[in-house]
């Protein structure tokens, strides 16, 4: 169900108890989620937690962060400029990733002039430094026009793939009601 009021945290919770019970049929802890404040946790902060969730016996295969932007700077990178730390903490996502041989998943900003283009994103479409796509296994775009998104509907695209071939102006069309998590697929690549 897709309502036009806002989604709040509680009623997000009931729901994700609800389709662990009558989807997934388990009360096994298949999600957790940690909500921190911006610029309180780094990149090393979250990997001890991850080591500490190891330990426990769960294993995260997927982590979400929204956005690495955002994440506290790298310990031992007060001398550098921002743009550095940014970068550096993309780094160490991306070792993280591989570390962990898991999947991160997080989000950056596009410069503004694409904001409002009807062609997808492409490699262009960087905002502050351009090296972040030199640490993503896979990048993908979000497209929406303005009538797109009242309609609630998005176009996503390859915006850099490490390994394959891609083509950054083939889309997938994704329909759905967002503020719900419930998308549903319209086409393919």
């Not at 989604?7 to 909500?35: M, N, P, V």
């Not at 190891?54 to 690495?68: K, S």
């Not at 896979?138 to 695209?157: A, F, H, P």
Request: one cysteine or more.
């Amino acid at each position: 169900r897709c309502d036009k009021e806002p989604l709040d945290g509680r009623t997000a919770w009931h729901s994700c108890q609800r389709l662990c019970i009558d989807k997934i049929k388990s009360t096994q802890d298949y999600f957790r989620l940690e909500c921190h404040a911006n610029s309180t946790i780094n990149v090393a902060t979250l990997a001890n937690r991850l080591a500490t969730w190891d330990r426990e016996g769960w294993i995260a295969d997927v982590v979400v962060i929204d956005y690495a932007d955002i994440l506290a700077p790298p310990i031992g990178s007060s001398k550098m400029d921002t743009r550095d730390k940014i970068n550096e903490t993309w780094k160490q996502l991306r070792r993280l990733s591989q570390d962990r041989h898991g999947l991160i998943i997080t989000a950056t900003q596009t410069k503004a002039a694409c904001y409002e283009q009807t062609y997808p994103l492409d490699r262009r479409c960087f905002s502050e430094d351009k090296r972040k796509m030199a640490h993503v296994t896979g990048m993908v775009g979000i497209n929406v026009t303005s009538d797109e998104k009242e309609k609630g509907l998005m176009r996503l695209n390859w915006v850099v793939k490490r390994d394959g071939e891609y083509n950054s102006r083939k889309c997938i069309h994704v329909a759905g009601c967002l503020a719900l998590a419930n998308p549903c697929v319209l086409s393919t690549f």
